[in-house]
């Protein structure tokens, strides 16, 4: 056993295996601190903000990618509840700042797939408190659509 680990240690693998190292002991214990300083962020403004109104990013395509830039002008406070993602609005009107992307298999592009991006937009939103919202981007009418759930 101690000439493998040895001979792995010695060979071409060393990398890989101090490669798996810091993955085990940096990467996935920042990851959780991450995830859980997003979900105490959420819990503190759904706390403070009781009348808070939950938007849901719904997606329409496999390889989408619908993101909030901002609201109003702030980052936006995001919320996860298992995949379903969105982000939280106050009660009344309120602009955020979207963009959609969404990627398709292409037999000219060298990495294989290709990149479709629609331009950023601010909408003006107007919600009501004790009601749920999605957001979504319709590529029939080539608009993003936020309807009341």
């Given at each position: ?67 909030v ?50 331009n950023d ?29």
């Open positions: 056993m101690d000439n493998t680990f040895e001979s792995l240690m010695a060979g071409p693998y060393k990398y890989l295996v101090w490669f798996g190292i810091a993955i085990v002991l940096i990467y996935i214990p920042a990851m959780c601190l991450w995830i859980r300083r997003k979900k105490d962020k959420a819990a503190i403004f759904e706390h403070e903000h009781r009348d808070a109104v939950k938007v849901y990013i719904q997606r329409t395509e496999i390889n989408d990618l619908l993101r830039i901002s609201v109003n002008g702030e980052k936006p406070v995001v919320h996860a509840k298992g995949v379903r993602q969105g982000f939280y609005l106050l009660p009344g009107k309120s602009r955020i700042h979207v963009v959609y992307q969404w990627t398709t298999i292409s037999i000219t592009s060298v990495s294989g797939y290709e990149t479709h991006t629609v937009e601010e909408m003006d939103v107007t919600v009501q408190a004790g009601k749920e919202y999605s957001l979504c981007y319709n590529h029939d009418t080539k608009n993003y659509e936020f309807n009341e759930k």
